[in-house]
């Protein structure tokens, strides 16, 4: 017959509770009772059933983290961050990508909320639309927003102020770098984090009196081969006139290095680039990039934080943590 959580419980003269807190939450037990509980486990060689324990704390002790994509260096920091402190609180994480074009992936948002898969979600979401927001607001289980807020949807939410990231690396592109203009290569128009870091080019264009028209400003998708293919048709005039390109993200920085210099182009002497995240592409491109370091694996940890506070206490005010970037100064725009 198999060894049940009752027969550990009776060997270590706990209740079962404390049995199931050793298991889920070792930390909170006191670590005198926690060796007791653990010997009386390895001892009767108890193994856990999931699926039975789920029912009888009614906790499936699976969080859900959903991102806009799985593809690139940002995502898989964000996913790591998540993934260890998920395992620290005792937590399995279950992860999946949510790309705005796709038809179901309202419907996905709303079955994971509605039939028990996971005791909280953390999502973000790249572009919110009404079906977006309209399945956000049916989620019965805690929801922690990463990377943004949504209007009538009662959610945590944990952000970076990327517009201090993104003013304090567009000022040293203007002020340090001796460009004479600067051009923004971003994602699609409708990209958050592409809005957010439009707004900081705009503020400091204007405070600089450079020009903002439209050459000066590009909507891509975030990918090297598009920045890339965007570099082959305008790093000649670029080069020509000493421009400074702040690309909205590291991979696309790195595809317009490369199309400059396969166009015969030196950087930073001939055109000065810059970048944002600070992924390992940061360093790894020649010369390396400057560019703004975002606390991405930080924001994955920070968000099971919050999912996990809110399930120990469902009644607690929402809360919002907001992490700061800040600029690396490296050699792509000629200043070190």
Not at 15 to 34: D, E, F, G, P, Y
Not at 195 to 204: D, G
Request: glycine share 6%; with cysteine.
């Amino acid at each position: 017959m198999p060894v049940s959580i009752q027969d550990v419980a009776d060997r270590a003269n706990v209740s079962i509770s404390t049995v199931s807190r050793v298991l889920n939450r070792r930390n909170i037990v006191n670590a005198k009772t926690r060796q007791r509980v653990e010997s009386a486990i390895r001892e009767l060689g108890y193994s856990p059933n999931v699926f039975a324990r789920g029912l009888m704390l009614r906790r499936s002790h699976i969080l859900s983290l959903m991102l806009p994509d799985l593809h690139g260096e940002f995502y898989s920091e964000i996913i790591r961050g998540a993934n260890a402190r998920a395992r620290e609180l005792g937590y399995q994480l279950m992860i999946s990508s949510v790309i705005s074009k796709d038809d179901d992936g309202s419907e996905l948002m709303t079955a994971l909320g509605s039939h028990g898969l996971v005791d909280g979600l953390a999502i973000m979401i790249s572009e919110v639309d009404d079906r977006t927001r309209d399945s956000l607001e049916k989620i019965q289980i805690p929801l922690v927003v990463l990377d943004g807020d949504i209007d009538g949807v009662e959610h945590d939410s944990v952000v970076i102020d990327q517009r201090k990231g993104a003013v304090a690396l567009l000022r040293h592109l203007v002020n340090d770098c001796q460009v004479t203009r600067v051009v923004f290569v971003g994602g699609l128009v409708t990209n958050i984090d592409t809005m957010e870091r439009l707004s900081a080019y705009r503020e400091v264009m204007a405070e600089a009196k450079l020009p903002v028209g439209p050459d000066h400003v590009f909507h891509l998708d975030y990918q090297y081969d598009t920045a890339y293919e965007l570099g082959e048709a305008r790093v000649d005039q670029w080069a020509k006139q000493r421009v400074g390109v702040f690309a909205a993200n590291d991979e696309m920085a790195a595809g317009l290095i490369d199309a400059a210099i396969a166009a015969g182009y030196s950087l930073p002497e001939d055109l000065a680039v810059v970048g944002f995240d600070d992924t390992r592409i940061a360093a790894m491109t020649r010369p390396r990039l400057t560019t703004v370091s975002v606390p991405m694996s930080n924001m994955g940890a920070t968000a099971i934080d919050l999912l996990v506070q809110r399930l120990d206490d469902p009644e607690r005010e929402p809360a919002k943590v907001t992490l700061e970037s800040s600029l690396v100064v490296r050699e792509s725009c000629g200043v070190k």
